[in-house]
């Protein structure tokens, strides 16, 4: 499992995709890769292409909870260019080049500063954080049941 967290921690609450698998890093968890980026990128299909399941983490804007999670398909974008790929689009440069179809999750954490250089996120963007982390450990901690049921 890859989870790849991406956003720039100079921008406020831009940083809110690194700050969480920064989070998840420090826990050690067993059998999850984590990955922290700026943006996506084509070479992320690569690392997507070796994996059974990836959660991309980004901040989101104007959602209407603390954040939001569900599940993706590979999608052709609208303008493909080297920079600012979205989950979508990656999946299907990994489709594509590499024949895998990882299952494929969003983690969207709501953010609310986001245009002046500074780090650091506000604090209805930290209590997000808090709260799609919490989200998060549980729902790793039913996916390794469900894939423990399934080998026993």
Same mark, same amino acid.
């Given at each position: 499992?890859?989870?790849?967290?991406?956003?720039?921690?100079?921008?406020?609450?831009?940083?809110?995709?690194?700050?969480?698998?920064? @989070?998840?890093?420090?826990?050690?968890?067993?059998?999850?890769?984590?990955?922290?980026?700026?943006?996506?990128?084509?070479?992320?299909?690569?690392?997507?292409?070796?994996?059974?399941?990836?959660?991309?983490?980004?901040?989101?804007?104007?959602?209407?909870?603390?954040?939001?999670?569900?599940?993706? @398909?590979?999608?052709?974008?609208?303008?493909?260019?080297?920079?600012?790929?979205?989950?979508?689009?990656?999946?299907?440069?990994?489709?594509?080049?590499?024949?895998?179809?990882?299952?494929?999750?969003?983690?969207?954490?709501?953010?609310?500063?986001?245009?002046?250089?500074?780090?650091?996120?506000?604090?209805?963007?930290?209590?997000?954080?808090?709260?799609?982390?919490?989200?998060?450990?549980?729902?790793?901690?039913? @996916?390794?049941?469900?894939?423990?049921? @399934?080998?026993?």
């Amino acid at each position: 499992m890859l989870l790849i967290g991406y956003g720039n921690p100079g921008r406020g609450d831009d940083g809110l995709g690194p700050a969480l698998s920064e @989070a998840i890093v420090a826990r050690g968890l067993p059998g999850l890769e984590v990955d922290t980026d700026y943006q996506l990128v084509a070479e992320h299909a690569l690392a997507v292409s070796e994996q059974d399941v990836v959660i991309f983490v980004d901040a989101e804007i104007g959602a209407e909870g603390a954040y939001s999670f569900r599940e993706i @398909a590979p999608g052709a974008p609208e303008v493909l260019g080297s920079h600012s790929l979205v989950p979508q689009t990656v999946l299907a440069l990994c489709d594509t080049l590499y024949g895998a179809r990882p299952k494929a999750f969003v983690l969207g954490i709501s953010g609310y500063e986001f245009g002046e250089v500074k780090e650091g996120l506000s604090d209805k963007a930290a209590a997000n954080l808090a709260a799609a982390e919490a989200f998060l450990l549980e729902w790793l901690q039913k @996916a390794d049941q469900q894939r423990e049921a @399934a080998h026993a």
